[in-house]
Nanobody, 116 residues
Framework: QVQLVESGGGLVQAGGSLRLSCVAS????????MRWYRQAPGKEREFVAS????????NYSDNLKGRFTISRDNAKSTVYLQMNSLKPEDTAVYYC?????????WGQGTQVTVSS
């Protein structure tokens, strides 16, 4: 079955950086676009970034462009999210996501906390 396992979250000071990873299994990773979302306390889950199957096309939430970079390594079935110049408002649980057929699959999430 499809499994997505995120890692790399933690506590970081404002202005710092983190790199999140999401390892996928249970399907042919290289055939599917991948997405990152985040959910802050008391807020709805929001789109962060997406990447197509080959890694050649990426999209970002407008307010995150220039600070976050999504990438993937199909040989490792892993998608990454490099986050730079972190702000306290980036504090959230970050989830990776894949849509296969009509089903959305989610990981368990990784907590990112940015202190001011």
């Amino acid at each position: 079955q499809v499994q997505l396992v995120e890692s790399g979250g933690g506590l970081v000071q404002a202005g710092g950086s983190l790199r999140l990873s999401c390892v996928a299994s249970g399907y042919t990773f290289s055939l599917y676009p991948m997405r990152w979302y985040r959910q802050a306390p008391g807020k709805e889950r929001e789109f962060v970034a997406s990447i197509n199957y080959s890694g050649g096309i990426t999209n970002y939430s407008d307010n995150l462009k220039g600070r976050f970079t999504i990438s993937r390594d199909n040989a490792k079935s892993t998608v990454y999210l490099q986050m730079n110049s972190l702000k306290p408002e980036d504090t959230a649980v970050y989830y990776c996501n894949v849509l296969r057929a009509t089903t959305d699959y989610w990981g368990q999430g990784t907590q990112v906390t940015v202190s001011s």
